[in-house]
């Protein structure tokens, strides 16, 4: 039996990170699947973490719904799901510490980059976008944080704010849909109405306190806060 403390905890922790992944565009699992596991078993914390990221990312993708670039959320989803699944299958063989590294450098080096004012611009033709969207997918089946590496990408697409977030938040649902699926199926996340309400909504007015905060960064300001964001995750993955 779950206590209510644990809940609380549980509930409380998803606004917060489902505020600061609205703003930065990634983050909110990689915050809540720590206090998860520390509250909960190991397989349920993976399944709850994911629903809540599937019904933040569905009410970040609403209310950006006008922003959505479908062309390149489409070419980046498809391209990261199939080789989501190879990376994935690959777990056992490659060491996942030394990917998490590899990762880190490259966003810690991207992110000092781009705060000193440099500006790495992907192109948008669709094998530009096809071949981003397979890296995210791999890495991300390889050691299951595809956000960060997501939000690099899509922000080296030179795409005004309001398009690389809700761009970045249909990307993260088409790609969620697949994995709730999987976990619903293997069993990892059970169908428990009242817990997917609670989640649900803390995961709405999560969003929506976030993308009030949105509206008082300015624009110029916005791609610093991500370029940080990116810069603090790079740092973790060295160092934690």
């Known amino acids: 039996m779950t206590s209510t403390i644990s809940i609380t905890i549980f509930l409380f922790s998803a606004v917060i990170a489902e505020i600061v992944g609205t ?15 520390s509250l909960f078993d190991i397989k349920r914390a993976i399944g709850l973490v994911a629903l809540f990221h599937f019904f933040g990312q569905l009410v970040d993708g ?47 080096t991207y992110a000092v980059y781009s705060l000193a004012g440099r500006k790495f611009v992907i192109p948008t033709t669709n094998a530009a976008i096809v071949v981003a969207g397979g890296i995210t997918g791999f890495v991300a089946g390889l050691i299951g944080i595809p ?6 990408f899509l922000s080296s697409l030179n795409l005004k704010r309001e398009y690389f977030l809700g761009t970045s938040f249909a990307v993260a649902f088409l790609v969620d849909i697949v994995r709730v699926g999987v976990y619903f199926n293997s069993g990892t996340l059970e169908l428990n109405p009242y817990w997917w309400m609670a989640i649900f909504v803390v995961a709405f007015f999560g969003s929506l306190i976030g993308k009030k905060l949105i509206t008082k960064i300015e624009s110029a300001q916005f791609y610093l806060v991500v370029y940080c964001a990116l810069l603090l995750f790079g740092i973790k993955l060295l160092f934690w």
């Open 62 to 108: 609403f209310l950006w719904r006008k922003f959505i670039m479908w062309r390149i959320g489409i070419l980046f989803s498809v391209a990261g799901v199939i080789l989501a699944f190879v990376g994935a299958s690959l777990i056992v063989y490659l060491p996942g510490r030394s990917i998490e590294i590899a990762l880190g450098v490259f966003l810690v």
């Open 147 to 152: 956000g960060a590496l997501r939000t690099a």
């Open 23 to 37: 703003i930065a565009g990634f983050g909110s699992a990689t915050i809540l699947v720590p206090i998860a596991g």
